[in-house]
């Protein structure tokens, strides 16, 4: 018989603030019987969706009821350069979150609802000083991350996969490889069914509304069904009726026995009266921590009573904006201890103690380690993100199908340009142009493909990450593996356009040192507009990308011959990467002992003899090979620097 979690929740709480979702012992059914209850059970909620009612969902916690506690919580942010400038966001602030409630913290604009909420979820540590009690112990915030979930105010979705892929991805990655699929497809059924989105499932997330989009968000959390909730501003952007459901939906979840924290700006009356509990925030002061019932007895207390027929979700607001009097702020903290005292909850004579909670739960078992965050191994997180990443790619016009046409047309537009100059004695230098022209094509192109792309990828991975989906090196393979073929693919396709087209050398040898230089190139560029996309935002990126790209021209060889560098410069011809794809192309193109060129009888042609050019250009037609290793070395140190820089990055934003 399955352990309702509800049992132990009363046991520690009482059966007053919990109110408990009525779930019927249920005996083992015959052989064959199983399935038509499902079945039965599943036309039931699929029947609730199409009248667009919230059904009661039966993945109740299987873990004991989180309590959450803070004490003089500060929160410090900094600013500027060397980050000398400090402004004190949260003052020493104390709260209460029992579990079986829906928690709403509200404030106006800056008085650090979001900051409050990041420091309890975890998702910001840096600044953030306290205490945080967990069932009445320190808490452990990996632990502590494994029971718990948080949901951003924007809805950070992949948005080339169905309802149903974007669920059984976070499945197949929450849940771990010995799970069943089929039970895997009841859990996502389910929850698609109790949120809503059941006949959504074949839509992509792109094209689906607001409302759903926010939905979809807490159904991806609810997989692996966390015992905590955090959600910021969930009813941002959306009408009255999809707040209204959404609110319904965590009030549901709440009673299950989880604990649910929310911000909100400034509610509605009805939709206020659907929270159990609300902490109301002013310039980073507790005014007010009770049920939403107590509230208007709260302000009766403190001297200045609510208004008759006045919305107290709106006069509190009104209060903590300062707009009766500042004085009045400091009252309500006072009224409150900053958010100490608990006379204000509804039955705040039961709320056990830490001693309590300590001896009735004990502490939550600590995390050894990183990678015991994840629910499954690395290579089974390896293998869902390629599936994922193949099908996006697949889908994707602009870094896919796009990508490719550029290619396809810039090869045959450089191909007409420069028609049969591989083979005219009178047109090397107009062939050397072209070579260049290559390798500018092959880096613009591909850098700043990195640097507008990732940034909107890296909102993704910083809320999946932090959810512990996979950790930040099976990520990262992932995104170097499934761009490679592409890569290459479209590397080759450009390759054969504009070898033919201007006619050089008919070597097979000679065009796959072109297509192995050309390949090298674009995974070096690449790998150096990831490393700004992970740090800088696309405007920033934009800038610095083609900025920094500027030197690597200016020390090719290509404007000034690398001999007429002089001495205090001549080591920037070292790290620039076109360098070593300039002279790996007219290794291919020139060297190798390249015989006489054709001359036209009308023409004079001053480099009709190779080694003649490679002599005034200052490069040797037998350095291809170093200049492989050298690309390949500067690929190495520019994929590490990329993850380390990612890494740094997702550490910073805590």
Same mark, same amino acid.
């Given at each position: 018989m399955e352990v309702v979690i509800q049992e132990a929740v009363t046991a520690v709480y009482g059966s007053g603030e919990i109110k408990e979702v009525q779930m019927r012992e249920q005996s083992p059914a015959p052989e064959g019987e199983e399935p038509k209850k499902r079945n039965s059970d599943a036309v039931s909620m699929i029947s609730q969706v199409?009248?667009?009612?919230?059904?009661?969902?039966?993945?109740?916690?299987?873990?004991?009821?989180?309590?959450?506690?803070?004490?003089?919580?500060?929160?410090?942010?900094?600013?500027?350069?060397?980050?000398?400038?400090?402004?004190?966001?949260?003052?020493?602030?104390?709260?209460?979150l029992p579990p079986g409630q829906l928690v709403a913290i509200m404030g106006p604009s800056g008085a650090g609802k979001s900051t409050l909420l990041n420091a309890l979820s975890g998702y910001s540590i840096t600044g953030t000083r306290g205490k945080f009690l967990i069932n009445g112990s320190p808490r452990d915030l990996n632990a502590f991350r494994k029971l718990s979930c948080y949901i951003t105010q924007d809805d950070r979705l992949q948005a080339l996969l169905t309802v149903m892929e974007n669920m059984l991805v976070a499945a197949d990655l929450k849940l771990g490889a010995d799970v069943p699929l089929t039970e895997k497809e009841d859990i996502i059924q389910e929850i698609l069914c109790t949120l809503g989105l059941y006949k959504a499932r074949h839509t992509r997330a792109e094209r689906l509304s607001g409302g759903q989009k926010k939905r979809l968000s807490i159904a991806l959390e609810l997989v692996n069904n966390p015992l905590v909730m955090f959600l910021d501003e969930p009813t941002t952007g959306l009408d009255s009726s999809s707040c209204r459901q959404c609110v319904k939906l965590l009030k549901v979840l709440a009673r299950q026995g989880r604990t649910i924290v929310c911000t909100i700006h400034q509610p509605s009356a009805s939709l206020f009266d659907n929270f159990d509990q609300v902490y109301v925030l002013a310039a980073g002061k507790c005014v007010y921590q009770g049920s939403t019932k107590m509230m208007v007895p709260f302000f009766d207390d403190v001297g200045f009573p609510c208004p008759m027929y006045h919305n107290p979700a709106d006069y509190v607001i009104e209060l903590a904006c300062g707009e009766h009097g500042t004085d009045k702020i400091d009252r309500m903290v006072k009224g409150t201890e900053n958010g100490k005292t608990l006379q204000w909850m509804k039955h705040h004579?039961?709320?056990?103690?830490?001693?309590?909670?300590?001896?009735?739960?004990?502490?939550?078992?600590?995390?050894?380690?990183?990678?015991?965050?994840?629910?499954?191994?690395?290579?089974?997180?390896?293998?869902?993100?390629?599936?994922?990443?193949?099908?996006?790619?697949?889908?994707?016009?602009?870094?896919?199908?796009?990508?490719?046409?550029?290619?396809i047309l810039t090869g045959i537009m450089l191909g007409t340009l420069y028609w049969q100059?591989?083979?005219?004695?009178?047109?090397?230098?107009?062939?050397? +142009?072209?070579?260049? !022209?290559?390798? $500018?094509?092959?880096?613009?192109? =591909?850098?700043?493909?990195?640097? #507008? &792309?990732?940034?909107?990828?890296?909102?993704?991975?910083?809320?999946?990450?932090? +959810?512990?989906?996979? !950790?930040?090196? $099976?990520?990262?393979?992932?995104? =170097?593996?499934?761009?490679?073929? #592409? &890569?290459?693919?479209?590397?080759?396709?450009?390759?054969?356009?504009?070898?033919?087209?201007?006619?050089?050398?008919?070597?097979?040898?000679?065009?796959?040192?072109?297509?192995?230089?050309?390949?090298l190139v674009v995974f070096v560029a690449q790998s150096f507009g990831l490393m700004i996309g992970a740090v800088f935002d696309v405007t920033n990126g934009t800038f610095l990308g083609p900025t920094l790209s500027v030197p690597m021209m200016m020390f090719a060889g290509f404007g000034v011959a690398l001999k007429d560098l002089p001495s205090y410069l001549f080591w920037g011809s070292y790290i620039s990467y076109l360098r070593y794809g300039l002279e790996g192309f007219v290794g291919a193109i020139y060297g190798l002992n390249r015989n006489t060129l054709e001359c036209p009888e009308d023409k004079y042609c001053h480099y009709k003899y190779p080694t003649k050019f490679l002599e005034d250009i200052d490069m040797k037609g037998d350095q291809f090979w170093n200049d492989i290793i050298c690309l390949a070395i500067i690929l190495f140190f520019l994929r590490i620097m990329a993850f380390v820089l990612l890494r740094w990055k997702l550490t910073a934003q805590r």
């Open positions: 199409e009248r667009d009612e919230p059904t009661k969902f039966s993945m109740l916690p299987k873990d004991d009821p989180v309590d959450i506690q803070f004490e003089n919580v500060r929160f410090t942010a900094t600013k500027g350069i060397f980050k000398k400038e400090s402004k004190e966001i949260l003052h020493s602030i104390n709260g209460r004579a039961s709320l056990p103690s830490a001693r309590t909670l300590r001896e009735k739960f004990g502490p939550i078992k600590k995390s050894e380690g990183s990678e015991s965050l994840h629910a499954t191994s690395a290579s089974h997180q390896l293998k869902i993100l390629l599936g994922r990443g193949f099908l996006k790619a697949k889908r994707d016009s602009t870094l896919t199908y796009t990508r490719i046409m550029v290619n100059a591989g083979i005219d004695g009178s047109k090397v230098l107009d062939n050397y +142009n072209l070579l260049f !022209s290559i390798l $500018m094509h092959h880096m613009m192109s =591909t850098m700043m493909l990195m640097i #507008l &792309s990732f940034p909107n990828e890296m909102s993704v991975l910083t809320k999946e990450h932090f +959810n512990r989906w996979y !950790s930040l090196k $099976m990520y990262y393979t992932s995104v =170097t593996i499934v761009d490679a073929p #592409l &890569s290459v693919f479209c590397c080759v396709v450009f390759s054969v356009i504009i070898y033919t087209m201007t006619a050089q050398p008919p070597s097979l040898e000679r065009f796959g040192m072109f297509t192995a230089i050309s390949v």
